[in-house]
């Protein structure tokens, strides 16, 4: 048969508006924030929501939770390859400023992660004999492409036309990132759901996190949105804005943003 398919609208700030959609729930994967350069507080409010779930998955007695978060934990000043998740959890607090090129999105995220990785294996209730705890694990997606995008290749499109249809590379043309398709984004957090409903190894894969990549060639960012550009008449130029530059203005630019927040 079928299983129907129920949309609720809630705010994520708001507990009361998550419980009537946490009841009878077996998992619960928060993907909710909000990625933008606005108003800082905005920014920690939307990502302090996770307490919210946390205590509506307590309160509905919901045994799993499946936070998403960002390969962005893992930033710093010079390249790496090959980083794994013990590589950033190692680096972080640490003292070596490796990974001191947290913004205000994944600075949240970074506490979000360490609230929902405290509440793994916490009591959620219910009598001696059908008593289990809370298990919780992380998601960390790398950069994200793919239907749906409003934030990646719309913003180097919307960018190039502002330009007259002329696009520079910003930093090192050499510099290659990682990235991934958003359906097996989706898909890494089916596989996490079911690895958590199975008893056998719920326990075994909860309360870590979990960088999420896929086949998908390493490129520049610029090279990658190049056949976007192209579609768009917009056209990438040989020339380089030098990373320094680049660097200065986007600290600046959050500086400003944190100073004129409320």
Request: net charge neutral; proline share 5%.
């Amino acid at each position: 048969g079928s299983t129907a398919l129920r949309f609720v609208s809630a705010d994520v700030t708001d507990k009361a508006q998550l419980v009537p959609a946490f009841r009878n729930v077996d998992c619960v994967i928060h993907t909710a924030a909000l990625i933008e350069l606005g108003l800082y507080p905005d920014v920690v409010r939307m990502n302090d929501a996770r307490k919210n779930v946390i205590d509506a998955c307590r309160e509905c007695r919901v045994p799993n939770l499946i936070f998403t978060s960002t390969s962005e934990l893992g930033r710093c000043y010079k390249p790496v390859e090959g980083f794994t998740e013990a590589d950033i959890d190692a680096t972080e607090g640490s003292g070596k400023g490796e990974v001191d090129l947290l913004n205000g999105y994944a600075t949240s995220k970074r506490l979000a992660e360490r609230s929902v990785l405290d509440a793994n294996c916490s009591s959620i209730g219910g009598d001696n004999n059908n008593s289990r705890p809370l298990c919780t694990l992380i998601i960390r997606p790398v950069g994200i492409y793919g239907e749906g995008d409003l934030k990646f290749i719309p913003t180097f499109i919307r960018a190039g036309k502002r330009f007259f249809g002329l696009m520079p590379h910003l930093g090192s043309p050499d510099a290659q990132i990682q990235r991934v398709y958003v359906g097996n984004v989706a898909w890494a957090h089916v596989c996490a759901m079911r690895c958590l409903l199975d008893p056998s190894m719920r326990q075994q894969i909860s309360g870590q996190a979990y960088l999420v990549t896929d086949d998908t060639p390493l490129n520049s960012n610029f090279q990658f949105v190049r056949p976007f550009l192209r579609a768009h008449g917009v056209r990438l130029l040989g020339v380089s804005v030098p990373l320094v530059l680049v660097f200065v203005f986007w600290w600046l630019l959050e500086l400003l943003a944190m100073a004129i927040s409320p």
